[in-house]
């Protein structure tokens, strides 16, 4: 057997040349040293779109030369180092804040700019702010379009018009430049846009000034103020920093129809705090509670009945306002202006300023209110008519008016009287007689009654006049038996006259007996006795029959000439009864 050759290590190291482990050690070295050279650079080398701090170590030609490190050095304009409208203010060796825009640019030379580096800081502040609500400093330099401009430490805001102060501002001049307070109302960084208010610093302000004037204010203080402003409704007073409303109704105790009849912008005058409202800051006003109140002694000045002068001051649709000293008023209703225009605006009695005489018919001091009564001064018109034209006088007047029921007639104080259809005439149906008349006629009548409460007078015009119906059948009843003439001859009849008053028979009254009812037994003017069934004055008509009067007289002859024992007949008995008449 031959002898065995030892076993090989699995892995033998190749032994190396000296010239390769000293290459290997150079490229080694080499890439640790360009690590460590790009990490210092990273930590050194400022990044480019960021704030940074550097050092001013030349001014020359309008700029400074400012070194950022790592033997970077950049030029700033010097108008950079100022405020909008300040001088800048800078020096060799002051250590600003720049904002790195490159690294190195043509010149080998690093952009930066001061003016972003402070609106990078600003905005950075003013988002702070913001959020907690905080005031911000500034300065207006600018005006644009609906606004102005706002350098707020390196941002620029806008503020509009409307933000500038509590009222419109016609010159902004004084505010220009000017360092002030603002209040940022909106901002947003993505796009560069901030939004200040001047106006809500002011209007704090003057709520924290309006609250401490107020909480010095006391009701029923007296105070000196000067009148602001005038409206309709009142007057704005200054009370030296706070404003109270003076309504028109606490001006005066009389009416008073605009602010501007007593007051005028400017003018001082002394005032009463009546009430004060803490949560709104409303301040009530007044100058009457500094004088008497003139009702205190109305009931005692103005006795109910009395008659008084007053002033109309106001007109309405249900009366007139009269104004009977400085801060009396009462009201005449409309009802209570004249006894005869009924129905008519108060406009048309009486116009504004004019002086009346009125009565006083009621007062109700708890409610500040006198009744008036313009028409009591002066006598009823129907009383006085009564006592000159008492019942059976004779008046002549105008027709005003004509209705279905009568006329109405013109009278003396302006009143009116009625003629009724009934009193027209004697012998013509009203209906018919009414025709006769036309507004504007004069015509005469008799007063029949005179009704003062309730404001009627009824007239006639028929009583001026005979009464021919009357005189026609005087003495003549129901009953009589009378003469009569005949007129006419109709088929259903006969017409006759009495004394002038026409009847009508009809067929059936012409006879007793059915074979004599026939009209043409008769012939006009032939003279016929018959018996009066009825006398109707309201139509003016007598009820007349021949029938009526045969059965009388034959009635009337039984009982005279026969009885039941006798045994006469009925022709005797009427033959006895004709010669006697013969």
Known sequence: MGSERPAEPT??????????????????????????????????TPQEGSVVKGKVIAIEAGQAIIDVGYKMEGRVDLKEFANPGETPEVAVGDEVEVYLERVENARGEAVVSREKARREAAWDRLEKAYEDELRVDGAIFGRVKGGFTVDLGGAVAFLPGSQVDVRPVRDAGPLMGLKQPFQILKMDRRRGNIVVSRRAILEESRAEQRAEVIGKLAEGQVLDGVVKNITEYGAFVDLGGVDGLLHVTDMAW???????????????????????????????????????????????????????????TNITDYGAFVELEAGVEGLVHVSEMSWTK???????????????????LEIDSAKRRVSLGLKQTQRNPWEVFAESFPAGATIEGEVKNITEFGLFVGLEGDIDGMVHLSDLSWDTRGEEAIQNYRKGDIVQAAVLEVDVERERISLSVKALGADTFSEAIDGVKRGSIITVSVTAIEDGGIEVEYNGMKSFIRRSDLARDRADQRPERFGVGDKVDVRVTSVDSKTR??????????????????????????????????????????
């Open 11 to 44: 892995a033998r190291p190749e032994k190396q040349k000296p010239k390769e482990l000293n290459s290997m050690s150079a490229n080694a070295t080499m890439e640790e040293f360009e690590a460590l050279l790009q990490e210092s650079l990273e930590i050194d």
């Open 254 to 312: 009389r009416r008073i129809n605009h602010p501007s009849e007593v007051l005028s912008i400017g003018e001082t005058l002394k005032v009463q705090v009546i009430k004060i409202n803490k949560e709104t800051h409303r301040i009530s006003l007044g100058i009457k509670q500094l004088q008497a109140d003139p009702w205190d002694a109305v009931e005692a000045n103005y006795p109910l009945l009395s008659v008084h002068k007053g002033r109309v």
């Open 342 to 360: 009924k129905n008519v605006h108060p406009g048309k009695i009486v116009s504004t300023s004019q002086e009346v005489e009125v009565m006083v």
């Open 541 to 582: 008509k007598l009820g007349l029959s021949i029938k009526a009067r045969e059965i009388a007289e034959e009635k009337e002859a039984v009982e005279q000439y026969g009885s039941s024992d006798a045994g006469a007949s009925l022709g005797d008995i009427l033959g006895a009864a004709l010669r006697d008449k013969d």
